[in-house]
């Protein structure tokens, strides 16, 4: 059975920086592309990255020069590099993958969830 094991997390300052990790495990397929959610109480579940196979990636508005998305091939691992956190940015967060080409921005479009992680940032 393929999965996704999330790491990191925690309680921080604002300021701080955080670093979350996504491992795939089991019957993964080749040509994956990922992605990074966060939740917060009573709100949708919004991307705040994702990367495409080929290395493409997006970072919303809200994360953009913060947060920095990438990942490791070899070792089918995606990362979320979270700087200048803000208490804003305080949610649980997810990642996923799908087999594609292109990154994709919408929860729908992944078939493979992380267990998620809290963040939560004190001002």
């Known amino acids: 059975q393929a999965q996704l094991v999330q790491s990191g997390g925690g309680l921080v300052q604002a300021g701080d920086s955080l670093r979350l990790s996504c491992a795939a495990s089991?019957?993964?397929?080749?040509?994956?592309?990922w992605g990074w959610f966060r939740q917060a109480p009573g709100k949708e579940r919004e991307c705040v990255a994702a990367i495409s196979r080929s290395g493409g990636t997006f970072h919303a508005d809200a994360v953009k020069g913060r947060f920095t998305i990438s990942r490791d091939i070899a070792k089918n691992t995606a990362y979320l590099q979270m700087s200048s956190l803000k208490p804003e940015d305080t949610a649980v967060y997810y990642c996923?993958?799908?087999?594609?080409?292109?990154?994709?921005?919408?929860?729908?479009?992944?078939?493979?969830w992380g267990q998620g992680t809290q963040v939560t940032v004190s001002s």
């Open positions: 996923a993958v799908v087999s594609g080409s292109g990154y994709y921005t919408r929860p729908q479009s992944y078939d493979l």
């Open positions: 089991g019957r993964i397929t080749n040509g994956l592309s």
